[in-house]
């Protein structure tokens, strides 16, 4: 069984920064993408960064210069580097890896971000 483990959440003031770190396993079969959605209250999941596993990425447009995604494919891990983060940055955010066409997410993990 897939399992997707979450870390690095938290509170921090507006101009901060949090690390985020997903790990997963239970499969033989390495993700052909791995990437975060956020939901914040009252809104949509929406995609945050993703990578593939030949090192394409994505960006929502609002996180373009100030969040890095990164993955360690030897471990079926991923990061995501947020930097100068902004009070619309808070929610949570889920990891997600599509292998062989399936989709898997993890519990989520609160980002907090308020002075």
């Known amino acids: 069984q897939v399992q997707l483990v979450e870390s690095g959440g938290g509170s921090v003031q507006p101009g901060g920064s949090l690390r985020l770190s997903c790990a997963a396993s239970?499969?033989?079969?390495?993700?052909?993408?791995m990437g975060w959605y956020r939901q914040a209250p009252g809104n949509k999941r929406e995609l945050v960064a993703r990578?593939?596993?030949?090192?394409?990425?994505d960006y929502a447009d609002s996180v373009k210069g100030r969040f890095a995604i990164s993955r360690d494919n030897a471990k079926n891990s991923v990061y995501l580097q947020m930097n100068s983060l902004k009070p619309e940055d808070t929610g949570i955010y889920y990891c997600?890896?599509?292998?062989?066409?399936?989709?898997?997410w993890g519990q989520g993990t609160q980002v907090t971000v308020s002075a």
């Open positions: 997600y890896s599509n292998i062989r066409g399936r989709l898997y």
């Open positions: 990578m593939f596993t030949g090192g394409n990425t």
């Open positions: 239970g499969s033989s079969f390495s993700p052909v993408v």
